[in-house]
């Protein structure tokens, strides 16, 4: 394996273009050549990062103050709005009269479900951290096609709040499996995101005009969902939506159970959680996978910096901040197994756990 050097400047929007736009092309050429030409989408989407991490394990340079990285929020919506325009296309791809034999659906079918998680949703995730509203509206929009509209509340309203906490459905104590924490966290963060919802709306009603709930647009927007997959394939273009969804939640989960597995925040003496800081989530380093998820493994310096654009997030140090012994995608993978995740990551998680606080000397 190439040893990991500093690269000398942060990664550029273009760059972040590139990674996570080229699968798009070649898994329409494969839509529209058919045959084997279905391969190439899946092999970048499900190899190529393993690949050139390993191969080309480099590190991104860090940006300088101030530098300003112009056209980044233009990736994001291109990203999202090909989120939007690719589900559809998929579902007829792989559930209605496409003319692709049942292994050419099947691999267009995990390609795109691959994309979503991998890509559509650190966009998304990106967007709804935006103060503009037609970009955090279009980050939203991706979440409900996603079927998972209740992460743009849950996430912003709940996991940056209680993060590393056990308030916070979607930080996993040490010991938890993924599929334990899958269910808790998928439905923990259903009700903990309404309940945020309902509480921020009671604190602006007082003069203000009233609006709908945001959990009745995430229902009318999953209801709409389906029923365009309806109109495209009938049950199997439902039974297709549903699965695409699906496999991308997955992956949304996969990646917050990964990024703050076992890392909790210290009480402070009145018994409140101290401030979060960069040893609360795992980050990690190749530039190739950084690239195609926007960045997403630099989390430390996100849950520092929220509303920080991802070109500009920082990489902690290793002795400052946990760091994964594998990138992130390899991270998600072992996730899954989790005899062998415990196994993995136990050593490289010692030193990070808060220390025992000294027992009190009864009195005499």
């Known amino acids: 394996m190439t040893k990991p050097r500093l690269l000398s400047k942060a990664l ?51 940006p300088a103050p101030g ?10 919506v291109t990203v999202g709005l090909c989120l939007l325009a690719l589900v559809p296309l998929a579902v007829f791809a792989v559930a209605g009269p496409s003319g692709l034999s049942p292994l050419a659906r099947a691999v267009v079918f995990a390609s795109v479900a ?8 650190p966009a998304a995730h990106e967007l709804i951290h935006r103060s503009q509203i037609w970009l955090f509206r279009l980050g939203k ?9 209740q992460h743009a509340s849950a996430h912003r309203l709940v996991h940056h709040r209680h993060v590393a906490t056990a308030q916070d459905p979607n930080s996993a104590p040490e010991g938890m499996g993924f599929y ?26 007082l003069g203000a005009k009233p609006s709908l709930h945001p959990y009745w647009i ?18 199997a273009g439902m039974a297709a939506w549903l699965g695409l969804a699906s496999l991308a939640q997955i992956q949304i989960l996969l990646s917050d159970y990964v990024q703050h597995y076992g890392l909790r925040r210290s009480l402070a003496e009145d018994g409140k959680p101290l401030p979060v800081g960069p040893a609360h989530s795992w980050n990690g380093g190749p530039w190739f996978s950084s690239a195609l998820t926007l960045n997403a493994p630099r989390h430390s310096d996100h849950h520092s910096h929220p509303n920080r654009p991802y070109p500009s997030l920082r990489l902690p140090a290793p002795e400052a901040a946990p760091r994964l012994p594998w990138p992130l995608p390899i991270a998600c993978t072992i996730a899954l197994f989790p005899p062998l995740w415990r196994r993995a990551i136990r050593p490289h998680l010692r030193q990070w756990q808060p220390k025992p606080a000294a027992q009190a000397k009864p009195p005499r």
């Open 12 to 62: 550029s929007p273009a760059t972040f273009a590139v990674v996570t736009l080229a699968p798009l092309p070649l898994i329409g050429l494969g839509l529209w050549q058919q045959g084997l030409w279905v391969l190439p989408g899946f092999g970048y989407m499900f190899l190529l990062s393993a690949i050139i991490d390993r191969l080309i394990p480099h590190v991104a340079g860090e």
């Open 114 to 121: 691959l994309w979503l998680g991998q890509v559509g949703h």
């Open 141 to 149: 929009a991706c979440y409900i096609a996603m079927l998972f509209g």
């Open 218 to 235: 995430y229902l009318i927007g999953t209801l709409l969902a389906l029923l365009v997959a309806h109109r495209i394939a009938g049950a």
């Open 67 to 76: 530098q300003e990285f112009p056209g980044s929020d233009a990736v994001l």
């Open 180 to 205: 334990a924490f899958a269910a808790r966290a998928w439905l923990g963060s259903l009700r903990a995101g309404h309940r945020a919802e309902t509480a921020l709306r009671r604190r602006r009603s």
